[in-house]
């Protein structure tokens, strides 16, 4: 597998992720910055009632448009940087992928600043308490009419803060928690698909909770003055302000629609540990031996990284289908929240499934 197949896979996973988590961030960033809205379920029957299906993807094309250079950014100075601080690239110490992870976030914050802005504004735009605003390229000329150049800066900080917060824990605790699941007597090509599942939906859960705060100022920050003079003069101005109107429970506000979709967006996104593939991450396999892999495939060093990129790819159209689904089903029907939890594992079993059986036909 080459670095443009490794490059391929991951922008379609992430494009696939994108897809499934917008509708979402769009719940999300309503419920982080007004009060219209009493709850998740809430504001997704209403924006569909009163702005229609589509209304759920509002401001996607900015992130879409940037979606595999930040992938090639992200996992490219993720590896670079642990494999210049730590030597033992199979079991890496959690502090060295927390420092590599927090590297990383920081280029990716950079990044993503100016699309979060541009995101955001489109997100919120056309309800009661927001104007209409147009696409990404009249929101950018509105921006930049109003405050200059300077104001596609605007939270740019926050993201930074936020993305250094969330990918330092994020791979420290994938880490961590695929160490715990080989124990002593395990390689990583031993870990079965629903281990890898498993450690990237927790450690994605897990840091979106730590730094959700940072994400509601955030949100807060960037919209502010879209109809008028702007009300906050900082972060922390926002920050006590948010805290005089709802308490401090108002920084956790959507933090169940964040929670919600981080599992299986997280878990189709995951860190290129199963592989450890030079052409396609930058890692160096430490045994080329040949060896079998839970599939009951012949595995070399070099279909090691064809069957992650593979993996990665089919597990991100399972979690598509799956969170489209519900999200449809959560929308328009009221129904028991245990049933539609599981009927969501019932079909992401089903479509795992599937997968595994394409990818066993891949290499038999």
Known sequence: MTYADGFISGSVAGAAGLVVGHPFDTVKVRLQTTQLYSGFTNCC????????????YKGMA??????????????????????????????????????????????????????????CRIQVSGMASTKKVGGNIQVIRDIVAKDGKRGMGRGLGLTISRELVSCGFYFAAYEWIIQWFRGEDKEIGDLTTMHLIAAGGISGMLSWGINYPIDVVKSRI?????????????????????????????????????????????????????SRCPSSHGYELRNTSPSTDHCGSRMTSENMCCYHGYYVTMVSMVTMVTMVTMVTMVTLYHGNTIVLIGLMFGIVWFFRTQAVQRIKKVFN
């Not at 029957?45 to 759920?56: D, I, K, S, W, Y």
């Not at 199979?90 to 100016?114: E, Q």
């Open 222 to 274: 960037q919209i502010d003055g879209m109809d008028g003079p702007r009300k906050y003069r900082s972060s922390m101005c926002c920050a006590k302000a948010l805290h005089l109107q709802t308490g401090w429970t108002g920084l956790y506000r959507g933090v169940s629609a964040t929670l919600f979709r981080a599992f299986p967006t997280n878990a189709a996104m995951l860190p290129p540990t199963a």
């Open 62 to 119: 900015a992130p879409m448009a940037s979606v595999s250079v930040m992938n090639a950014v992200f996992f490219g100075v993720y590896t670079t940087v642990l494999q210049s601080i730590d030597d033992d690239m199979d079991s890496p110490k959690i502090m060295s992928t927390y420092i590599a992870g927090t590297t990383s976030g920081f280029i990716a914050g950079l990044i993503s600043g100016p699309t979060e802005l541009v995101k």
């Open 45 to 56: 029957r209403r924006v569909v009632a009163e702005e229609g299906f589509r209304a759920l």
